[in-house]
């Protein structure tokens, strides 16, 4: 079963801006991360943030947990038409430590 | 950086034949791997946890007897879609999980490219 949703579900913005994009689960989580896809790719890991971290960045992502809200957020600053593709959250649940995905928003930058 | 190479990329065959997948960790061991599908525009669903040397952990809703999963050594797994029917047409991806899994990088993933399944 599916852990996170997303949202929004699609996003389209001009290039230069930022993009916010938001992921909500359900149950106690050990780690939570992002992971970008391009359409018909393979996945690709961003970030990986623990549950007892509270922010992380890494480049242009800025990635926030509040496990209180059982919430998270990825931000992309200054976008740019490479960026195009669906992002989906991930969370560790279970004693496999399994990966379970979110339902992804897909953001579209307008060159 | 650790590759899991992922073959074929894309298959087409006959209703009730069989397809298998194959996942490889090239550069690294892994003792779990994973396999999920993701129909289009949808996301990835978890169907099964691949253990070496054990049997398959599947997810509520996945038949076991349809995707026969096997992980005979650390470094392959291999998915096979049996007496494949048109809705098993699908995207199929494998991660592994590498073996020294201490610190961040425990639960850090790789994802194979994808195997894109057409069932006629």
């Known amino acids: 079963s599916q852990q996170g949703e997303e949202d929004p579900q699609a996003l389209s913005i001009q290039e230069g801006e930022n993009a916010t994009m938001n992921c909500s689960y359900k149950t106690s989580i050990n780690n939570l991360q992002w992971y970008r896809q391009n359409s018909g790719r393979g996945l690709v890991h961003l970030i990986l943030i623990r549950s007892n971290e509270r922010e992380k960045h890494s480049g242009r992502l800025r990635v926030t947990l509040d496990t209180s809200k059982k919430s998270s957020s990825l931000l992309i600053t200054a976008s740019r038409a490479a960026d195009t593709a669906s992002y989906f959250c991930a969370t560790d649940s279970g004693g496999y430590q399994k990966v379970t995905f979110g339902t992804g928003t897909k953001l579209q930058v307008i060159p | 950086g650790a590759v899991v190479s992922q073959h074929p990329s894309w298959v087409i065959c006959k209703s009730g034949t069989s397809v298998k997948i194959e996942c490889r960790s090239l550069d690294f061991q892994a003792t779990t791997m994973f396999w999920y599908r993701q129909f289009p525009k949808q996301s990835l669903m978890l169907m099964a946890t691949?253990?070496?040397?054990?049997?398959?952990?599947?997810e509520q809703g996945v038949e076991k007897d349809k995707f026969l999963i096997n992980h005979a050594s650390l470094t392959l797994s291999t998915l096979t879609v049996t007496s494949a029917h048109p809705e098993d047409s699908s995207f199929y991806i494998c991660?592994?999980?590498?073996?020294?899994?201490?610190?961040?990088?425990?639960?850090?993933?790789?994802f194979g490219a994808g195997s894109r399944l057409t069932v006629l």
């Open positions: 691949s253990n070496e040397g054990s049997k398959a952990t599947y």
């Open positions: 991660s592994a999980r590498p073996l020294s899994g201490g610190g961040t990088g425990a639960n850090v993933l790789t």
